[in-house]
């Protein structure tokens, strides 16, 4: 983050006390913790119920987070958690409730996923709209100059010689770094040895040098494919937080495209 940015980011941290309270915020991934974090900054406390590792649709809540909910102003959930709604609505149905569905990892939704956030800040504490603004615009440009240095590192590289069996929630990620890929797979509890095969027989007709797996949603299958077909396996996350380094969003996408450009560099030295 550039020094100037910095300094107006300070500057309007100090004049958060002078409107009252934080808004008190319950986020159900560490996705929307870190971004409700990054556009809400000293205006905001911010909870967040699944660990890194969890995949939203399977956690099981805590007594702790029932009083979470039951304090909060503002809820961001996926769309994923078939709890939520019910749980809202036994301790806390007075909730703004901000459902961001859909993938986020890559700038574009990304980005209309913070301008959302903001904006939903900003109708619950209109006093604070030019604060929750100026830390939007800080969090896009940041997110903007991060994806323009993996586009350049990818070209450079030339990733798009490469082709790649991904898991499904990665597809969106690996294509936009220029991957060539060749086929997605769904969650491992889905699949079967018939699609191992099945999988293995199309990577090695197109020649796929990496499988791509997503840590949530389970590595074993993604790692016997890669044998199967003598590509390399390269493990990365839907949020900030497991892998060592991925501390915040941006960072995830660092890590990740980290992770990929490394095997993707071997794969093209035939190591």
């Not at 939203?56 to 996926?78: C, F, G, K, T």
């Not at 597809?171 to 086929?183: I, N, R, S, T, Y």
Request: contains cysteine; proline residues 6%; negative net charge.
């Amino acid at each position: 983050m550039r020094p100037m940015r910095l300094a107006v980011l300070a500057v309007l941290a100090l004049a958060v006390p002078l409107f009252g309270q934080p808004l008190a915020v319950v986020a159900t991934s560490g996705v929307f913790g870190d971004l409700v974090q990054a556009v809400g900054g000293e205006a905001v406390t911010v909870t967040t119920l699944i660990p890194a590792g969890f995949c939203p649709a399977h956690y099981d809540l805590r007594p702790s987070d029932l009083l979470a909910v039951a304090r909060a102003e503002l809820v961001l959930y996926h769309g994923i958690e078939p709890w939520l709604e019910r749980l809202l609505g036994n301790v806390n149905p007075g909730a703004k409730v901000l459902g961001l569905k859909g993938a986020w990892n890559t700038p574009e939704p990304l980005a209309e996923k913070a301008r959302a956030v903001a904006q939903a800040l900003a109708e619950l504490q209109p006093v604070r709209a030019e604060y929750f603004g100026e830390r939007l615009e800080a969090f896009l440009s940041d997110l903007s100059a991060v994806a323009a240095e993996l586009l350049g590192r990818a070209e450079e590289l030339g990733v798009a010689e490469v082709p790649a069996i991904v898991m499904q929630w990665q597809a969106d990620f690996a294509k936009w770094l220029g991957l060539k890929v060749v086929a997605t797979y769904p969650p491992e509890e889905r699949l079967s040895l018939r699609d191992l095969a099945d999988l293995a027989q199309k990577g090695r007709e197109a020649g796929a040098k990496l499988v791509i797996d997503n840590l949530q949603s389970g590595i074993s299958f993604g790692s016997r494919l890669a044998q199967a077909i003598g590509a390399f396996h390269v493990v990365v996350t839907n949020f900030p937080g497991p892998i060592p380094g991925a501390v915040d969003l941006l960072t995830m996408f660092r890590v990740n495209a980290d992770l990929v450009f490394a095997a993707a560099e071997a794969a093209k030295e035939g190591k």
